[in-house]
T-cell receptor, first 114, second 112 residues
Framework: EAGVAQSPRYKIIEKRQSVAFWCNPISGHATLYWYQQILGQGPKLLIQFQNNGVVDDSQLPKDRFSAERLKGVDSTLKIQPAKLEDSAVYLC????????????FGPGTRLTVL | QQQVKQSPQSLIVQKGGISIINCAYENTAFDYFPWYQQFPGKGPALLIAIRPDVSEKKEGRFTISFNKSAKQFSLHIMDSQPGDSATYFCAAFSGGYQKVTFGTGTKLQVIP
């Protein structure tokens, strides 16, 4: 079974630029999560989708971050404009359903904002 | 209060020794407590998990001890091996798997 795929693996941008990350969850997983993991900290949930609907985006900085999962499969997370404090690893995870089953994480995208 | 406090921040253990990592929480709505293992360049992977109606769960060399009254839980790694060297995160979920809070992580180094 293929795992959660993410791209790119690394990205370096200047502050105020835009960046987008892509995630393809495990086939058949209805729930998709985006986490931000700052160096030395645990992952922080940014947004959770159930199919193509948002379940929880309470910790998403909506003035600069956006995410979509239009067809209920893959998802993109965008930052526009980026700030220095956005430097982090962005992890995508998926699970069968919200409230059901283990979350499986992808390898993450390491973002450096200069 | 959604915070989960994890300690120690880093840990060095000799091969064959016992590694112990502790977590404490405040929110009594948490109802699922997993531990994740994360190697450099990889995403976290579920290691072992426990629900609050159980005081201990063991899987191979890994044991979770859970103290509901103290709102604390810990991970014990018996016979620690160099391959166990990784960062370990505790987490707490509420509402089934709906809301999750992660601890700050413990970097474990097992030396030969």
């Amino acid at each position: 079974e293929a795992g959660v795929a993410q791209s790119p693996r690394y990205k370096i941008i200047e502050k105020r630029q835009s960046v987008a990350f892509w995630c393809n969850p495990i086939s058949g997983h209805a729930t998709l999560y985006w986490y931000q993991q700052i160096l030395g900290q645990g992952p922080k949930l940014l947004i959770q989708f159930q199919n193509n609907g948002v379940v929880d985006d309470s910790q998403l900085p909506k003035d600069r971050f956006s995410a979509e999962r239009l067809k209920g499969v893959d998802s993109t997370l965008k930052i526009q404009p980026a700030k220095l404090e956005d430097s982090a690893v962005y992890l995508c995870a998926s699970s069968l359903q919200t409230g059901v089953g283990e979350q499986f994480f992808g390898p993450g995208t390491r973002l450096t904002v200069l | 209060q959604q915070q989960v406090k994890q300690s120690p921040q880093s840990l060095i253990v000799q091969k064959g020794g016992i590694s112990i990592i502790n977590c404490a929480y405040e929110n009594t709505a948490f109802d699922y407590f997993p531990w994740y293992q994360q190697f450099p360049g990889k995403g976290p992977a579920l290691l072992i998990a426990i629900r609050p109606d159980v005081s201990e769960k063991k899987e191979g060399r890994f044991t979770i001890s859970f103290n509901k009254s103290a709102k604390q839980f810990s991970l014990h790694i018996m016979d620690s091996q160099p391959g166990d060297s990784a960062t370990y995160f505790c987490a707490a979920f509420s509402g089934g798997y709906q809301k999750v809070t992660f601890g700050t992580g413990t970097k474990l180094q097992v030396i030969p």
